[in-house]
């Protein structure tokens, strides 16, 4: 799950009603839809059709641009990050507007190309009037600018995302001080290509011969800099690098030491936390590739789907409720620790005020939940929002809890190799009232035993400790602690290492697992290691 600069979400306290809305975006979703008629038939022949259909356009268009914030990012420093969010937004809007009037009409008089040209049209659209405005507003910052006279000219070596960065970054801050003549590179695929419009003529070696034919035009490099490290490059392009700069008095600037300064001398690196209990990587991933995991999947996804219907209007029942004790946003999400170390948004329905007034701005003294907020807490009503955790993939209906980074055990190697659950062993064996020892032991415990049985022993617990109330089960809690402490043997012994083809089965009696009583009493526990034959 590659998710590398991922943009975070504002806190609640931020987050406001209603996002701004360009009128352009409004015009033309409401124009978009008759020019696709247009362009179908040439004319208009059922006028009532399309009044609909364009009435339905415009109100997807302003529910549709409120929800994705389409007018939130700066024109004129509009990013493809941008247009992709835009370009889903249009196709949003045609499949809502074409449902609508599927809903009233059927389609029947409307041909079944409309919906897509309007896509194409609203979108195209909307991306063309971005562009032109944020090329009028670069023409308006352009000419405000005193160009100098005298020019630095500069060479750039190796032509890579950073010299493309430093080329942006020359365009935009100093176009009149600054002039790139052209870029050299090692590779040879690269020769009499461009990057960004700026011709690549040779290889780093033959940086004095470049040097030597712009001073025959009239032009002399000022200064040569190198877009890469410089133990990435060969040695011959090194030394002919630093020796023609030396020679011919250029400034010479290693780019990536500029923008990403090594660490200070003397400051030693941070160590990386040696684990506790540590478990054999082949047990892990004999683990991790059962085919359980492949079908819990699958019915977790049947099963949220079915849940989020059936619980719909309970959902919006809890949503009013929240709307009417702390106000918008209903939806509050928190960052943890995902499967495999991804972030993992987590969301549940708001149940405090914000931490400051929205008028005032003054920090309020109180962060108690309101009556209100205490029962959704109580019967985990305000984690309904997490049912499209399950629905998109994040977490799982029965797994270890999402922790915070900050309360994440020692070792976190098995209980993150699987996606987090909304219940789990841990929370019914004394959710709260656990140790995060005690925690991990038994979510390490349920990944070794998981098995769609016990998924529906737990989610039945979990009713049953929603109606009563959090209850230590000590019986699970000790046979949970003891196999853990079996971990570090059964990761070094060769008799039972499953690398070496050995099996190793810990049994469990019946007592100390899905019926261990609550009582404090002695763990019934019986271990067998039987080596393969």
Same mark, same amino acid.
């Given at each position: 799950?590659?998710?590398?600069?991922?943009?975070?979400? @504002?806190?609640?306290?931020?987050?406001?009603?209603?996002?701004?809305?360009?009128?352009?975006?409004?015009?033309?979703?409401?124009?978009?839809?008759?020019?696709?008629?247009?362009?179908?038939?040439?004319?208009?022949?059922?006028?009532?059709?399309?009044?609909?259909?364009?009435?339905?356009?415009?109100?997807?268009?302003?529910?549709?641009?409120?929800?994705?914030?389409?007018?939130?990012?700066?024109?004129?420093?509009?990013?493809?990050?941008?247009?992709?969010?835009?370009?889903?937004?249009?196709?949003?809007?045609?499949?809502?507007?074409?449902?609508?009037?599927?809903?009233?009409?059927?389609?029947?008089?409307?041909?079944?190309?409309?919906?897509?040209?309007?896509?194409?049209?609203?979108?195209?659209?909307?991306?063309?009037?971005?562009?032109?405005?944020?090329?009028?507003?670069?023409?308006?910052?352009?000419?405000?600018?005193?160009?100098?006279?005298?020019?630095?000219?500069?060479?750039?070596?190796?032509?890579?995302?950073?010299?493309?960065?430093?080329?942006?970054?020359?365009?935009?801050?100093?176009?009149?001080?600054?002039?790139?003549?052209?870029?050299?590179?090692?590779?040879?695929?690269?020769?009499?290509?461009?990057? %960004?419009?700026?011709?690549?003529? $040779?290889?780093?070696?033959?940086?004095?011969?470049?040097?030597?034919?712009?001073?025959? /035009?009239?032009?002399?490099?000022?200064?040569?800099?190198?877009?890469?490290?410089?133990?990435?490059?060969?040695?011959?392009?090194?030394?002919?690098?630093?020796?023609?700069?030396?020679? /011919?008095?250029?400034?010479?600037?290693?780019?990536?030491?500029?923008?990403?300064?090594?660490?200070?001398?003397?400051?030693?690196?941070?160590?990386?936390?040696?684990?506790?209990?540590?478990?054999?990587?082949?047990?892990?991933?004999?683990?991790?590739?059962?085919?359980?995991?492949?079908?819990?999947?699958?019915?977790?996804?049947?099963?949220?789907?079915?849940?989020?219907?059936?619980?719909?209007?309970?959902?919006?029942?809890?949503?009013?409720?929240?709307?009417?004790?702390?106000?918008?946003?209903?939806?509050?999400?928190?960052?943890?620790?995902?499967? %495999?170390?991804?972030?993992?948004?987590?969301? @549940?329905?708001?149940?405090?005020?914000?931490?400051?007034?929205?008028?005032?701005?003054?920090?309020?003294?109180?962060?108690?939940?309101?009556?209100?907020?205490?029962?959704?807490?109580?019967?985990?009503?305000?984690?309904?929002?997490?049912?499209?955790?399950?629905?998109?993939?994040?977490?799982?209906?029965?797994?270890?809890?999402?922790?915070?980074?900050?309360?994440?055990?020692?070792?976190?190697?098995?209980?993150?190799?699987?996606?987090?659950?909304?219940? $789990?062993?841990?929370?019914?064996?004394?959710?709260?009232?656990?140790?995060?020892?005690?925690?991990?032991?038994?979510?390490?415990?349920?990944?070794? /035993?998981?098995?769609?049985?016990?998924?529906?022993?737990?989610?039945?617990?979990?009713?049953?400790?929603?109606?009563?109330?959090?209850?230590?089960?000590?019986?699970?809690?000790?046979?949970?602690?003891?196999?853990?402490?079996?971990?570090?043997?059964?990761?070094?012994?060769?008799?039972?290492?499953?690398?070496?083809?050995?099996?190793?089965?810990?049994?469990?009696?019946?007592?100390?697992?899905?019926?261990?009583?609550?009582?404090?009493?002695?763990?019934?526990?019986?271990?067998?290691?039987?080596?393969?034959?």
């Amino acid at each position: 799950m590659g998710k590398a600069n991922r943009r975070l979400r @504002k806190p609640s306290s931020y987050t406001r009603l209603l996002s701004r809305v360009p009128v352009y975006d409004i015009a033309w979703g409401s124009l978009s839809p008759i020019v696709a008629f247009l362009l179908r038939d040439g004319t208009i022949y059922s006028p009532g059709v399309v009044a609909a259909y364009c009435g339905a356009a415009l109100l997807a268009s302003l529910l549709v641009f409120q929800w994705f914030q389409t007018g939130s990012p700066i024109v004129r420093f509009y990013s493809l990050r941008d247009a992709v969010e835009l370009i889903k937004a249009c196709a949003l809007v045609a499949a809502l507007s074409a449902g609508t009037l599927f809903l009233i009409s059927r389609l029947e008089d409307a041909p079944r190309a409309v919906p897509i040209l309007h896509f194409l049209l609203l979108g195209a659209g909307l991306l063309t009037i971005r562009t032109a405005i944020g090329l009028t507003e670069a023409r308006h910052d352009r000419r405000g600018r005193e160009t100098n006279n005298a020019v630095r000219h500069v060479l750039i070596i190796q032509a890579s995302r950073l010299a493309w960065f430093f080329c942006k970054m020359v365009e935009e801050l100093a176009p009149g001080d600054f002039q790139i003549v052209a870029i050299l590179d090692e590779r040879s695929a690269m020769r009499h290509r461009s990057l %960004n419009g700026y011709p690549i003529i $040779g290889a780093p070696s033959e940086i004095e011969k470049v040097v030597a034919d712009y001073a025959r /035009h009239g032009v002399r490099i000022d200064q040569v800099v190198v877009a890469a490290l410089p133990e990435t490059l060969s040695d011959t392009g090194w030394d002919e690098i630093s020796g023609t700069c030396r020679t /011919h008095n250029i400034e010479l600037e290693v780019l990536p030491e500029r923008l990403m300064p090594p660490s200070p001398a003397g400051e030693p690196a941070a160590p990386v936390a040696a684990t506790t209990d540590p478990l054999a990587e082949d047990e892990i991933r004999a683990l991790i590739d059962r085919p359980l995991w492949t079908i819990k999947r699958a019915v977790d996804f049947t099963v949220a789907l079915s849940v989020l219907v059936l619980t719909l209007p309970l959902t919006l029942v809890v949503l009013a409720l929240v709307l009417f004790d702390v106000g918008i946003p209903a939806v509050f999400w928190q960052q943890r620790v995902g499967r %495999n170390g991804a972030p993992l948004y987590l969301y @549940k329905f708001r149940t405090l005020h914000a931490p400051s007034d929205p008028r005032t701005r003054l920090r309020r003294d109180e962060q108690a939940p309101s009556p209100i907020g205490r029962f959704l807490r109580s019967t985990r009503l305000d984690e309904l929002p997490q049912i499209w955790n399950v629905l998109s993939g994040d977490m799982s209906l029965v797994g270890p809890r999402p922790l915070l980074a900050a309360d994440q055990p020692p070792d976190t190697r098995l209980r993150l190799s699987v996606r987090p659950g909304l219940t $789990g062993w841990a929370q019914i064996c004394g959710g709260k009232l656990i140790s995060t020892e005690e925690k991990n032991a038994l979510d390490e415990w349920y990944i070794r /035993h998981a098995s769609l049985r016990l998924d529906a022993t737990i989610v039945l617990r979990t009713v049953w400790m929603l109606l009563t109330s959090d209850r230590r089960a000590e019986q699970a809690i000790a046979t949970a602690l003891f196999e853990r402490s079996l971990a570090p043997r059964q990761a070094t012994a060769p008799a039972v290492s499953v690398g070496r083809g050995a099996a190793c089965r810990t049994e469990i009696a019946p007592s100390a697992t899905l019926g261990a009583p609550a009582e404090d009493t002695a763990p019934a526990i019986a271990v067998s290691v039987r080596a393969a034959e």
